[in-house]
């Protein structure tokens, strides 16, 4: 499996666009003659997974599913953790008490959360068979965003995954997403389970 930056997913996107652009100009010529060529349109697999890349980037799933850790100039996302989620040999002592003006609570490493729902902590996103996303097939991702079941099917996804947001998205950009994330380096790292509030 190819491993590609980021940054070089989003120059791919930048030159796919401008390849598309020019791919739209010679179909139009093409259709001006009276033969239409679909396939020059058609994305490529590479296309699906910049355009993934470029989603992932620009609505901040690191931000949760990256852990932070202190730098110089304060929290950093930790690089060699990239989107491998709450680290599972970091455990927390209890949160603060809610207080009704303060309801929920993010650890330092801004994987773990604690509110009114118990305590969720970011799950592993990279392609690691038994702690991450490895085993689950495309149409598992796109149910769990579109319905907020736990891959489609299991126990509601809990605050503050913004599923109720990316429900919103396309299944095609949901799709693209999911193929991204299968081609990061896969990391050994199972977050803990979620905890529901304590009864009472
Ligand atoms: C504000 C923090 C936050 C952001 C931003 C975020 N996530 Fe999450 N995500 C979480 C938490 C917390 C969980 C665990 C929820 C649970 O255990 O119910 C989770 C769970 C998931 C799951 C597992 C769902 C399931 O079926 O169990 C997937 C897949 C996922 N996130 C993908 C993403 C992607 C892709 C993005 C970026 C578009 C993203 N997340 C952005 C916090 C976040």
Not at 107 to 130: F, H, M, R
Not at 137 to 166: C, L, N, S, Y
Request: charged fraction near 20%; hydrophobic fraction near 35%; proline fraction near 11%.
């Amino acid at each position: 499996m190819r491993q590609v930056t980021v940054p070089s997913y989003l120059e791919a996107v930048r030159s796919s666009r401008t390849a598309l652009r020019t791919a739209g100009f010679l179909a139009l010529g093409i259709l001006g003659l009276g033969v239409a060529n679909g396939s020059a349109l058609a994305a490529s697999g590479d296309d699906l997974t910049a355009r993934g890349a470029y989603l992932v980037a620009g609505l901040g799933c690191a931000d949760c599913h990256t852990p932070m850790k202190m730098g110089p100039k304060g929290p950093e996302p930790d690089l060699s953790r990239q989107l491998s989620g709450h680290p599972e040999n970091l455990k927390l002592p209890p949160p603060p008490k809610a207080d009704g003006s303060w309801v929920w609570f993010g650890s330092a490493t801004n994987t773990a959360y604690a509110g009114p729902w118990g305590i969720s902590y970011a799950i592993n996103l990279t392609p690691d068979k038994e702690t991450g996303l490895g085993n689950w097939r495309e149409e598992d991702f796109v149910q769990a965003i579109k319905t907020g079941k736990h891959a489609g099917v299991g126990r509601p996804i809990m605050p503050p995954m913004p599923w109720p947001a990316m429900s919103h998205l396309s299944e095609d950009d949901l799709r693209a997403m999911f193929r991204y994330l299968q081609t990061l380096p896969p990391i050994h790292n199972r977050a803990p389970d979620y905890q529901p509030p304590a009864s009472g």
